[in-house]
C-alpha cells in the first residue's frame, strides 16, 4: 500500500508541473520570435530535470528565435544549472544555457550566459531593444556545469565541470529594469530543425 502511494504521489508531482501553470522552479514556457517549428519542455518531477527541444534561427545579431522556460524575477539573481545536448548533431551553432532578459519580444535587450554546440562557452549582450547582439568568449570549452549571476548592474559567467569548483569566467555590465525573465533555453541555429537540451541541479537564488 506504501510503494503504491509514493508511485501516485510521484506521478501527482510530475502532472502538477506540468499542468498546474508551473514547470519545475519555473512560471511557464515560450517561443521567443515566432519559430517556425514549435518548442516544449518535459520536466521530471522525481530527476527535477528539464528537457528542452527548441528549433529558431540564432540568438544574436537584433532578432532572436529559441524556446524559453522561465519565471519573473526582481534584485540580484544567480541562476545554475548541469547542462548536455542530446543526439550526435553537427551543428557546432546550437545553443543552450541560462537567460536574463527584459521582455519575451524578439528584439529585446538580454545578456545570457550559453554553450555553444561545438563547446564554446560565452556571454552574450544587448543591451538596448532591436540592437546588436555582442559576444564575449572565453577559453573553458564545453563546461557541464554553468552559472549566470547579476548583482546589480553587472553580470558574470561562472563555468566548470561537474564534480569540479565552478570558476570565475568573466563579467560585462549591462542595465535591465526590473522585473526580469529569467530562465533556461535552447535554440537551434536552423529554423528547419530542433535541437534538444536536458539541464539538471537547476537552483535559482
Keep these: 500500500m ?9 506521478v501527482t508531482a510530475l502532472l502538477f508541473s ?4 508551473r514547470i519545475g522552479l519555473f ?3 515560450s517561443d521567443v520570435g515566432n519559430p517556425a517549428i514549435k518548442g516544449s519542455v518535459v520536466f521530471d518531477a522525481a530527476k527535477k530535470e528539464y528537457r ?4 529558431g534561427a540564432n540568438i544574436w545579431a537584433k532578432n532572436d528565435e529559441f524556446h524559453f522556460v522561465w519565471l519573473r524575477r526582481s534584485g540580484d539573481v544567480r541562476m545554475t544549472a548541469t547542462l548536455h ?7 557546432m551553432h546550437r545553443k543552450a544555457g541560462l537567460m536574463l532578459r527584459k521582455s ?3 528584439g529585446a535587450p538580454y545578456v545570457d550566459a550559453v554553450v555553444h554546440g561545438n563547446g564554446l562557452t560565452a556571454l552574450q549582450v544587448r543591451e538596448t531593444a532591436d540592437d546588436i547582439t555582442r559576444g564575449f568568449d572565453f577559453p573553458v ?7 549566470l549571476e547579476r548583482r546589480g548592474n553587472v ?14 569566467a568573466g563579467s560585462i555590465q549591462c542595465h535591465l529594469d526590473d522585473p526580469v525573465y529569467a530562465g533556461l533555453f535552447i535554440s537551434a541555429h536552423n529554423p528547419k530543425l530542433t535541437e534538444t537540451v536536458v539541464f539538471s541541479d537547476v537552483t535559482i537564488e
Excluded at 2 to 10: E, N, Q
Excluded at 18 to 21: E, V
Excluded at 141 to 147: E, G, H, N, Q
Design 2 to 10: 506504501k510503494r503504491a502511494f509514493l508511485l501516485v504521489t510521484s
Design 18 to 21: 506540468q499542468t498546474a501553470g
Design 27 to 29: 512560471e511557464t514556457e
Design 52 to 55: 528542452i527541444t527548441g528549433a
Design 85 to 91: 545536448f542530446e543526439g550526435t548533431s553537427p551543428s
Design 104 to 106: 519575451l519580444e524578439t
Design 141 to 147: 570549452v564545453a563546461p557541464t556545469r554553468i552559472r
Design 155 to 168: 553580470y558574470t559567467l561562472w563555468q566548470g565541470k561537474e564534480g569540479e569548483p565552478l570558476q570565475e
